[in-house]
C-alpha cells in the first residue's frame, strides 16, 4: 500500500473520527485556527455521542449544565441545574449548526482502519470508501460499547430486554413489571424516572452506592431571561462551579485521606441515614466500601423512589435468567415483562474495533494487549501525528468532560501547529516519556480513593486505578503547553 506524500504547498487535511463531544469541539476549533481541509466521520446517522446514544427514561448529566458546556456557548435556556439528556443532545446539534460544522460531517460511515504508510494516515472507511489525511484525531469516546453481563439464559427471556443504551421506545412501560440490573447511576436514574409508572419495579443490586443528596432545581424564567440578558453572569457561575468541583471534589479524589473526601462522606451517610425509614433496607443500600472509590450517585429522589410500595430492592444474586424473570440465588423468580440491562460499558475499547496501525506496521491492538494506555491519555509511541481525546488514564468522574475535551483539543492543536509551520512532518511522544509517564501514573494511583477496595471501572484487570491520579489542576498545567523534549519531531527527505 502506497500513499502520496502532501506536498509542501498543500494545507493539511485532517481526519476527525466521532461527532460526539469531543468531535465537535476538535471541528469547531480546528476551524477557528484557519484549518480548512477537515473530514468528519461519524458511525451513526446523528451527531451527540452518548446523548445520542442514551435515551433511557430519566437520563440526566450529573454535571450542573452551565459547566456541562463549552466555553465559547453558553446556554441561557438550560432547564435545570442538571440537564436532561434530550437537551444536552438539542444543545449539541445547535452548537453544530451555529459553528457550521453539522453539514461538514459524514454521518453513517464508520472508520474501519488506519494504517500510517509513507507518513500520511490512510483511511478504511465502511462504505468501502478511502481518504488519506495527515493528522488523525479520535474522538470516539469511552462509554459507547454495552457490557453485556453473563448470566445463564439472558437470550430465553420472553419479554422485552435490551441494553440502557440501547433502549426500545416500542416497548411500553406503563403498567408493566419492570426489571432492572445494575445500580449504577443509569440504573439510579431509572428508577426514579419510572417507580410511579410501572405495576412493579424491581432493581437488582449487585453493590451498594453512595448517594449524594444533590438537588435539581429548575431555572425559572426570570433567572434564564437574566442569564440572556447578561451573559457574564453564566461565565460566573461557571468559574465558580469550576472552582467547587475541582478544589471540593476533583483534587479530593487523588488523595484518600483528604478531609474533602471525609466530608463527602459524610454527606452522603447522612442522606442514607435521614431519608430510608425501614432500617432492613436502610442495610440493604448502605456501601461497605468508602465515598468516591466507585463513581459518585447524583440524585435528588433516589432513596424516595426505591422506597416506593411497587419497588422492591433485590440483593440476592442473581442465579439465572428464565423465560418468565429473574431467578435469584434464594430460589425466587421475580416475575417481569421488560428487562433492563443498566450493566454499563466496555471501558477499554477507546478507538476499537477500529484497527490503527503505526510505524513499521506495528498494530495499536498489540501495543495496547495488557491494557490501553497514552501520554497525558492522548498520545501513544509510535503512532505520529495520531491524538485521542478522552483516551486512557485522563481525568474521569464527576466533573466536566468538557472542560477536559477543551485543554486536550488546545494541546493538540499546539502539537499540530508544529506540522502546519513546517517545523516538522510527524509528531509523535517518546518511548521513554511514555515509560516515564505511565511509571509516575501507577505509583501515585495507589494513593487514589479508587484504590481502596471497591470493584469499579476504574480499574484495570490487575487492579490498579488507570484514571487520572493526580489532582485537576496539574492535568490543566500539564496541557497548557507540550514539553517538546517528550516528542520527537521528524522531517521527512525531500525529492
Not at 40 to 46: H, P
Not at 234 to 240: D, F, K, S, Y
Not at 467 to 480: G, I, L, S, V, Y
Amino acid at each position: 500500500m502506497t500513499t502520496a506524500p502532501r506536498s509542501d504547498r498543500s494545507p493539511l487535511r485532517i481526519a476527525v473520527i466521532g461527532a460526539g463531544m469531543s468531535g465537535l469541539l476538535s471541528a469547531i476549533e480546528l476551524e477557528r485556527a484557519g484549518y480548512r481541509d477537515v473530514a468528519i466521520y461519524e458511525k451513526a446517522e446523528r451527531l451527540g455521542g452518548t446523548w445520542r446514544e442514551n435515551t433511557y427514561p430519566g437520563i440526566a448529566c450529573d454535571v450542573p449544565s452551565h459547566f456541562y458546556s463549552y466555553s465559547f456557548a453558553p446556554n441561557p435556556d438550560w432547564s435545570h441545574r442538571f440537564a436532561p439528556g434530550d437537551e444536552i443532545q438539542a444543545y449539541f446539534e445547535g452548537v453544530a449548526r451555529r459553528f457550521g460544522v453539522d453539514g461538514r460531517i459524514r454521518t453513517g460511515v464508520e472508520v474501519t482502519h488506519c494504517a500510517f504508510v509513507d507518513g500520511r494516515w490512510r483511511l478504511a472507511l465502511s462504505d468501502g470508501t478511502t481518504d488519506v489525511a495527515d493528522v488523525v484525531i479520535a474522538a470516539t469516546g469511552v462509554l459507547h460499547h454495552p457490557r453485556l453481563p453473563e448470566i445463564e439464559g439472558l437470550d430465553t427471556f420472553a419479554g422485552a430486554a435490551f441494553h440502557s443504551a440501547r433502549w426500545d421506545h416500542s416497548v411500553p412501560l406503563d403498567g408493566r413489571r419492570v426489571g432492572v440490573i445494575g445500580t449504577g447511576s443509569t440504573a439510579i436514574q431509572i428508577t426514579s424516572a419510572l417507580v410511579d409508572r410501572v405495576a412493579h419495579f424491581s432493581l437488582f443490586q449487585r453493590t451498594a452506592q453512595w448517594v449524594a443528596p444533590m438537588e435539581n432545581p429548575a431555572y425559572t424564567d426570570a433567572e434564564k431571561a437574566e442569564f440572556h440578558r447578561h451573559p457574564e453572569t453564566i461565565e460566573a457561575m461557571r468559574a465558580e462551579m469550576a472552582r467547587a468541583l475541582t478544589a471540593g471534589f476533583a483534587n479530593a479524589l487523588v488523595d484518600a485521606d483528604s478531609p474533602a473526601i471525609a466530608a463527602i462522606q459524610a454527606a452522603c451517610l447522612a442522606n442514607l441515614e435521614n431519608n430510608v425509614a425501614d432500617p432492613v433496607l436502610r442495610e440493604k443500600l448502605r456501601p461497605t466500601y468508602r465515598a468516591a472509590c466507585k463513581r459518585l450517585i447524583i440524585s435528588p429522589d433516589f432513596y424516595a423512589a426505591i422506597q416506593h410500595p411497587d419497588a422492591t430492592l433485590v440483593t440476592e444474586g442473581i442465579e439465572r435468567i428464565e423465560p418468565r424473570g429473574v431467578r435469584t440465588r434464594d430460589g425466587r423468580l421475580h416475575e417481569l415483562d421488560v428487562l433492563v440491562l443498566a450493566t454499563g460499558f466496555r471501558v477499554d475499547r477507546f478507538v476499537r474495533p477500529m484497527q490503527v496501525t503505526g510505524r513499521d506496521g506495528v498494530a495499536l491492538d498489540d501495543v495496547w494487549k495488557e491494557g490501553p494506555y497514552a501520554y497525558l491519555a492522548m498520545c501513544v509511541p509510535g503512532f505520529p501525528n495520531f491524538f485521542l481525546l478522552q483516551g486512557p488514564n485522563g481525568p474521569v468522574g464527576n466533573f466536566s468532560l468538557i472542560d477536559v475535551g477543551e485543554l486536550e483539543v488546545a494541546y493538540v492543536l499546539q502539537l499540530v501547529e508544529k506540522l502546519r509551520s513546517g517545523a516538522c512532518d510527524e509528531v509523535s511522544v517518546t518511548h521513554a516519556a511514555m515509560q516515564r509517564f505511565d511509571a509516575e501514573r501507577r505509583e501515585a494511583a495507589k494513593r487514589t480513593i479508587w484504590a481502596t477496595g471497591c470493584r469499579s471501572w476504574y480499574l484495570d484487570a490487575d487492579g490498579l486505578p488507570t484514571a487520572w491520579p493526580w489532582t485537576f489542576d496539574r492535568f490543566r498545567a500539564e496541557t497548557a503547553a507540550p514539553r517538546l523534549d517528550d516528542y520527537e519531531l521528524r522531517r521527512r527527505e525531500r525529492a
